[in-house]
């Protein structure tokens, strides 16, 4: 399966899941997306497969800027603003968690916070980073704690 297929396979599950399509706050879930996630960094997009090529757990992890996570983290601007406004850097100070997806029938195998951990090895960043979210689920926040208690540091929350 090459990148694009494995793309839209990824996207049509996560906008049945998340419906961006129709919330003009969310980071939309569709080609301009991807390409922006690309100018950032390879990495943002980290997959797990089962035995036949099908992605079964995903996440999104987006580099950007420290000003706009704390004017996120402050409903200052939306999460699609965030896309908007990150420009590209060779080192970001800034990661939001933006999205992790497992398949119902792979969850409760560790593979949320394996994609996680997988996408951060390959970013550059500041020492003092600061890592960031906007759960809107139980599993995002079990997996929230995980993430933190993993990397001993706190991973800031945007509230509902």
């Not at 706050?25 to 922006?36: A, G, L, R």
């Not at 797990?48 to 004017?71: C, H, R």
């Not at 999205?99 to 550059?124: D, F, W, Y």
Request: contains cysteine.
């Amino acid at each position: 399966m090459t990148r694009d297929e494995i793309l839209a396979k990824q996207m049509k599950i996560a906008e049945e899941f998340f419906g961006t399509e129709n919330d003009p706050d969310q980071m939309p879930i569709n080609s301009e997306s991807t390409k922006k996630l690309d100018t950032l960094c390879d990495c943002w997009l980290s997959s797990e497969f089962d035995e036949y090529g099908e992605p079964i757990s995903w996440a999104i992890v987006m580099p950007t800027q420290k000003a706009l996570a704390i004017n996120f983290l402050n409903k200052k601007i939306t999460e699609r603003q965030l896309l908007e406004l990150t420009m590209p850097s060779d080192i970001y100070d800034a990661i939001y968690f933006a999205s992790v997806i497992t398949v119902p029938e792979h969850r409760g195998k560790g593979l949320a916070l394996k994609v996680v951990l997988k996408a951060l090895e390959k970013m550059s960043v500041t020492k003092d980073v600061m890592y960031f979210t906007w759960p809107t689920t139980k599993e995002g926040e079990s997996l929230l704690t995980k993430t933190q208690l993993f990397l001993g540091k706190e991973v800031k929350i945007r509230s509902q």
